[in-house]
């Protein structure tokens, strides 16, 4: 089945206390990104990653990291967490490549992550 | 900077209605804007695409409408039952199909019986 993976589903930390989540994804898809979701405000994209090795930021990539050493894996790195960054998260997957329906994104199931 | 609207307040209607979700743009001419599904507890799932030179678009009992002189979108469900009620998103590709999009923060549907 295609899918795109996240864990851990929920996560409760303290300021400060380094954390990842991973991102898996078995389509085979060039394209990976990371969202954030806030009531009201809508997904906003943290870091989005073309390839393997190439990664960029997107509009919020403050107090995070990413990398992307295999082409089916992105974690979502968290050095210093801040309780601003209490959050619903996702990671999403898509074909890539100029227009057409290889944009869509599939989404994985989100991680919520509360910062204390 | 790009701007994406989309009526905050839920829309609730009867089953068997046809329910129209609104998603107006400033600040951007897309090449094609995205519409997806988002239940409670879940990620979105796609379930439309339009491109600039579509007027519209349909899949079943979905219609998408794309008028890019209003810069704006419509969604229609039509003959609506209670398992559409959901969260409806609509995403704009900001780099010219590049993979960069921007998302609206949805339009909550209740489909009452």
């Known amino acids: 089945e295609a899918q795109v993976t996240q864990n851990p589903r929920y996560l409760i930390t303290v300021t400060g206390k380094k954390l990842t989540v991973t991102c898996s994804q078995n389509?085979?898809?060039?394209?990976m990104s990371w969202y954030r979701q806030d009531p009201g405000l809508g997904l906003r994209q943290i870091y989005y990653s073309m390839n393997v090795e190439v990664t960029d930021k997107g509009d919020v990539p403050e107090g995070y990291k990413v990398s992307r050493k295999e082409k089916r894996n992105f974690p979502l790195i968290l050095e210093s967490p801040s309780p601003n960054q209490t959050s619903l998260y996702f990671c999403?997957?898509?074909?890539?490549?100029?227009?057409?329906?290889?944009?869509?994104?599939?989404f994985g199931a989100g991680t919520r992550l509360s910062v204390l | 900077s790009q701007k994406i609207e989309q009526n905050s307040e839920a829309l609730n209607i009867q089953e068997g209605k046809t329910a129209t979700l609104t998603c107006n743009y400033t600040?951007?001419?897309?090449?094609?804007l995205q519409w997806y599904r988002q239940d409670p507890g879940r990620g979105p799932v796609f379930l439309l695409l339009i491109r600039e030179n579509e007027k519209e678009k349909r899949k079943e009992r979905l219609k998408v409408t794309f008028d890019t002189t209003l810069k704006q979108s419509l969604f229609h469900i039509t003959a609506s039952q209670p398992a559409d009620s959901a969260t409806y998103l609509c995403a704009l590709d900001i780099s010219g199909g590049y993979n960069k999009l921007i998302f609206g923060a949805g339009t909550r549907l209740a489909v009452h019986p």
């Open positions: 600040n951007y001419s897309p090449a094609y």
């Open positions: 999403a997957s898509s074909s890539g490549s100029a227009g057409g329906s290889q944009n869509i994104q599939y």
């Open positions: 389509m085979n898809h060039e394209y």
